[in-house]
């Protein structure tokens, strides 16, 4: 926090009834916290916040869930105009037994959970939650300030800072407003937001600004940054925001560099809000200053670099003072004196270019008020050692009520300390020549060795810093980034295969991938790794005949061979090896990854067990076969094969009399092409029927690309969940298909056999879907077909079947179920996903766990592209070590997919600005 240097106006003095209730007020004691905190462990806050009733009051119900070590008395603080309801585990409590801010709490021994609903005031001093009218333009404003003690006086709450607790906020709001907080918010309908759940914080660094804010949003380090004011002074803001963001950013990436732990939230916003009674406060997440440092004429350098220095200050509290806390208020001034330090600091670092004398300002500004601090009689040492306090006073045991059900669809939490069942159907004793090696025995805490860039497993019980589950194109990109990254990583991939192998039904001659040959492992995020397409070719000798080749897009043989090159030669990649499951340990805080060695005839081998820091799942796609055509897929010695096994099949469908093709993407054009030139010129007897409304080109302009680049992916993120949800299905010509240059060839095939007169036996049928599908005759399939636009029914008797029908993301429901209590979803049942490809767990978790082509829900028609690989493997990596060793573009497309880009555009400066497409 940092504390204003201007001299404010006292607040009126107050009428004798408040002077009455400001004397009924209990100051929380050192000794009292510390008995609360020795009966307490406050584990979760779920808050909702009615902003929509008033210019003087606003609605707060606060649901506390808490474990008491012991029976004990204790108490909640709250501030209410009114109290309107408290339920302790589902029974009434006396609301008359409310002592001035005090509400009495009698607890049997284990979990609890408290509800207490009140009518709060809004504050026009700056404590609480204060509300602002803006003379201008009559626009009003609320935002909290909650530092030291006034949480109270916004929702009901354990309020001290060593009581540590996951919040999550919800906000009703008023029409046109938008609600800022600590984690990224969403709305979720007219009015109502919604905020992500954060990592454990300090009662007085919740934070909620809520107003009709003028925003100018970016992205740095794959998180979304932002700045706010109120709408009149947008002129302002904008003309400073440029400035501004390059100081966050620049600092941001020196603090990096200066801690070896990430950035611990999920973004970074700065509001500069009205009639603010400090300089600028420290939430995480949401940074709010005096809007005073949104300058409205001009200024001296000094000014600007003082600005800098609490933009600095504050973000030093991310870590110190927000990641870790004081106890007690006694070490404030720690606290304070190391961001006020490492402000001065980090300006001279990272901002030298704009601000060269920061020192000389530190020097004669702050040094010498710290000398006089230093000459006080109050001067004392870092810390005492505190008297023990009184235990708390034990009460006999009660039977405590059920747990009542959270509301909404939610999921079980874990409970601290307690390991989450094993995965379901996994044996809970294997065989005896079977055994997992059992953990050693760790103490509580973080007890992780530092980052090492082994990748071997010498010692079983040391900790990976990541785990691989699965061994594709998009893990091993992830794997070839990994190794030999600065600093090293100890990484260990799995793959149940006994070697490298990428769709070897498809591998059909000719067939090339739909992306360049710059989409390869690493080259798109490392150009320069030992890994790229062009190093393997200059590893095999055929570099200059690739060069006169003047192959753009290369064969698919081609890219499977150039990914097994790569897969026998990096380390720490374990095929023939079955992940079986995958669970948290919280008491060592690392995952437990739990595999199945398989021998070379598919038979469990031996069992084994890895820790780790950080899992990716690339466990990638399986073939979907449509229910109609399930039972005939599944019977043995049926002719119903999916394309994924073509090759593997040919033979016995260039023996059959008439083949039917089903599926409109590129699998199937390529097999019916393949098939049709296979086979003798009128005679082909070959059917291809597909669902889509046409056999179409898949989008393949320059600008339509641009869907699969960074910019979409991030734009797509940021979509509302219900938007995303409809917009996929209507992308389907994105990436399902066909390449223009196999819709040329299939038609050139067909028309060379008219030449000398006649038309081939071959029917292309679009906008057809299959029924039902059986048997006739033991030896043929007869499929039941209804046109979609004709409404009409036909049936099609055939020889054999092959399903271009696509693929679908591999369950993992088996393998995660150990994670099922942490895992978070969606609406629709969907894991959710971060924009840095992380399952959202519940905050207890401390590890991630990032999925590979799992993700399009959330991020959208690139999740399974192969030119986003290495950007994703990057994004990852950055992620895990919070080092960014990966530097990304923070631009990569001319399209702004949206009216409020998220990142200001990364291009040289060619003597003019970017107009922006709407002038706020």
């Known amino acids: 926090m940092t504390h204003s240097r201007q ?29 609360r905190a020795q009966l307490l462990d406050v584990q979760h806050y779920s808050v909702d916040l009615d902003l929509t009733t008033g210019d003087e009051t606003f609605e707060s119900t606060s649901l506390i869930r808490f474990t008491a070590r012991t029976a004990g008395d204790t108490f909640v603080e709250l501030k209410p105009e009114t109290l309107h309801s408290a339920l302790l585990d589902d029974e009434p409590l006396d609301t008359a037994a409310l002592d001035g801010n005090r509400l009495p709490l009698h607890l049997s021994e284990g979990e609890h959970v408290l509800r207490i609903s009140t009518t709060m005031r809004y504050s026009r001093t700056g404590e609480g939650m204060h509300r602002f009218a803006d003379p201008s333009d009559g626009e009003s404003y609320v935002y909290t300030q909650l530092f030291m003690e006034d949480v109270q006086r916004v929702f009901a709450a354990f309020d001290q800072p060593d009581l540590k607790a996951v919040f999550e906020l919800t906000v009703t709001a008023p029409e046109g407003w938008t609600v800022l907080a600590n984690g990224i918010t969403e709305q979720q309908s007219d009015g109502r937001w919604r905020a992500a759940p954060t990592p454990p914080l ?89 809007d005073e440092f949104v300058f409205r004429s001009a200024v001296t350098v000094t000014e600007r670099q003082t600005r800098a220095m609490v933009i600095a200050h504050e973000m030093a509290h991310m870590w110190f003072g927000d990641l870790v806390t004081l106890r007690w208020w006694d070490d404030i001034w720690l606290n304070e004196s190391f961001a006020e330090y490492m402000g001065y600091q980090t ?46 006073r034990r009460r006999h045991r009660r039977r405590r009520p059920p747990h009542p059900p959270h509301p909404g669809p939610r999921r079980p939490r874990p409970r601290p300390g307690r390991r989450p069942p094993l995965a379901q159907g996994h044996p809970a004793q294997p065989p005896r020549h079977l055994r997992r090696p059992g953990p050693a025995h760790h103490p509580r805490g973080r007890q992780h060795p530092p980052m090492t860039g082994s990748t071997s497993q010498d010692d079983p019980d040391r900790p990976h810093d990541l785990v691989g589950v699965g061994i594709g194109p998009f893990n091993l990109s992830l794997a070839a980034l990994a190794h030999g990254m600065p600093g090293g990583l100890a990484t260990a991939f799995y793959e149940q295969k006994p070697a490298f192998h990428w ?54 043989a081609e890219y499977d061979a150039y990914c097994r090159w790569v897969s026998e030669r990096l380390p720490g990649l374990h095929f023939g090896h079955q992940v079986d499951s995958v669970r948290w340990n919280p008491e ?33 796609t399986e073939p979907y076969v449509p229910e109609p055509l399930k039972p005939l897929a599944d019977a043995p010695g049926v002719p119903v094969f999916h394309s994924a096994d073509y090759l593997t099949h040919r033979d016995t469908l260039l023996a059959a009399e008439h083949v039917t093709v089903i599926g409109s ?202 030119g986003l690989a290495a950007w994703r493997s990057a994004t990852i990596l950055n992620a895990v070590t919070g080092k960014d060793p990966y530097p990304l573009p923070r631009r990569t497309a001319f399209t702004s997919f949206g009216l409020e880009t998220r990142e200001a555009p990364s291009i040289p400066a060619q003597g003019q600005k970017l107009t922006p497409l709407v002038q706020q």
């Open 588 to 620: 060592r805080r690392l995952f437990e990854v739990d595999f199945t060695q398989i021998d070379p005839d598919g038979e469990a081998e031996a069992l084994g067990r890895a820790y780790t820091r950080n899992v990716v799942l690339g466990v990638g």
């Open 503 to 556: 769709h070897p039904g498809l591998l059909i001659e000719g067939a090339t991938l739909q992306v360049p040959f710059l989409a390869d492992l690493v080259t798109l995020a490392d150009p320069a790794s030992p890994w790229t397409f062009l190093n393997y070719l200059k590893a095999r000798e055929r570099l200059f005949p690739f060069y006169f080749a003047e192959k753009f897009h290369i064969h698919r």
């Open 7 to 35: 001299v404010r106006a006292p607040p009126p003095l107050p009428d004798a009834e408040s002077i009455g209730q400001h004397r009924a007020m209990s100051v929380l004691t050192r000794d009292e916290a510390q008995t």
């Open 665 to 866: 993407g590129q699998s199937g054009a390529e097999v019916f092409l393949d098939l049709l030139r296979a086979r003798p010129t009128g005679a082909e007897k070959i059917h291809w029927l597909a669902r889509t409304e046409a056999f179409a080109p898949m989008e393949y302009s320059k600008l339509g690309l641009e869907h699969f680049t960074p910019d979409y992916t991030r734009y797509f993120h940021a979509l509302p969940e219900a938007v995303r949800g409809d917009l996929v299905p209507r992308q389907w010509q994105l990436h399902k298909g066909i390449d223009t240059d196999t819709i040329a060839a299939i038609h050139d095939e067909l028309y060379r056999r008219t030449l000398h007169g006649g038309w081939p036996d071959a029917v292309l049928t679009p906008g057809v879907r299959v029924r039902t599908a059986g048997r006739v005759a033991t030896t043929q399939v007869e499929l039941h077909l209804e046109h979609l636009q004709q409404g009409t029914r036909s049936r099609l008797t055939t020889d054999a079947v092959v399903l271009a029908t696509g693929y679908r993301e591999r369950s993992v429901d088996r393998m995660l179920a150990g994670l099922d209590p942490y895992l978070r979803h969606d609406s629709a049942g969907r894991p959710r996903v971060d924009e840095r490809h992380r399952l959202v767990l519940d905050p207890s978790v401390t590890g991630a766990v990032h999925v590979q082509n799992a993700e399009k829900h959330t991020h959208g028609v690139g999740a399974p592209d192969l």
């Open 347 to 392: 300006v001279n670092e990272a901002c030298s270019d704009l601000f060269p004398d920061t020192w000389v300002d530190f020097g004669v500004t702050r040094k010498a008020w710290g000398y006089e601090a230093d000459q006080r009689p109050s001067t004392h040492p870092v810390a005492h050692r505190p008297r023990r306090p009184p235990r708390p």
């Open 202 to 290: 300090s009662t007085y660094f919740v934070c909620v600004a809520a107003g009709p804010w003028h925003s100018v949003r970016t992205e740095h380090a794959g998180l979304p940054f932002g700045i706010h004011c109120r709408r009149s002074l947008a002129p302002h803001l904008d003309a400073d925001a440029d400035e501004i963001l390059a100081v966050t950013r620049a600092c941001y990436d020196r603090f990096h560099e200066k801690f070896d732990e990430p950035y611990p939230f999920d973004s970074y916003d700065q509001a500069f809000v009205p009639e603010f009674n400090a300089g600028a406060m420290e939430n995480p997440g949401l940074v709010t200053f005096r």
